[in-house]
């Protein structure tokens, strides 16, 4: 199994930025890759961006050029930068680690408040 967690959530005004980092332990040389996604209130889950073993990253389009992900494989650690944030942007945001099993985790989610 692995296990993870998120931190990083938090308030920020509009235009502002944060990180959000995303910690796996357990049977991380399992990984596949590990990814960003958000639920804001009402709508659905939708992946923000995603990063696999290899480094090959993907983005949503509505973060693209304003969003960074990164990976420490050392610490099996992914980070979410996030720039010019938006007040529709405020929701949970959550990882997920993809294993070869194929199997998925999730963590318990931070709250990303963008609000002047």
């Known amino acids: 199994q692995v296990q993870v967690v998120e931190s990083g959530g938090g308030l920020v005004q509009p235009g502002g930025s944060l990180r959000l980092s995303c910690a796996a332990s357990?049977?991380?040389?399992?990984?596949?890759?590990m990814g960003w996604y958000r639920q804001a209130p009402g709508k659905q889950r939708e992946m923000v961006a995603t990063?696999?073993?290899?480094?090959?990253?993907d983005y949503a389009d509505s973060v693209t050029g304003r969003f960074t992900i990164s990976r420490d494989n050392t610490k099996d650690t992914v980070y979410l930068q996030m720039n010019s944030l938006k007040p529709e942007e405020t929701a949970v945001y959550s990882c997920?680690?993809?294993?070869?099993?194929?199997?998925?985790?999730w963590g318990q989610g931070t709250q990303v408040t963008v609000s002047s």
């Open positions: 990063i696999r073993t290899s480094g090959v990253t």
């Open positions: 357990g049977r991380t040389f399992t990984i596949y890759f």
């Open positions: 997920s680690v993809t294993t070869y099993g194929p199997e998925t985790y």
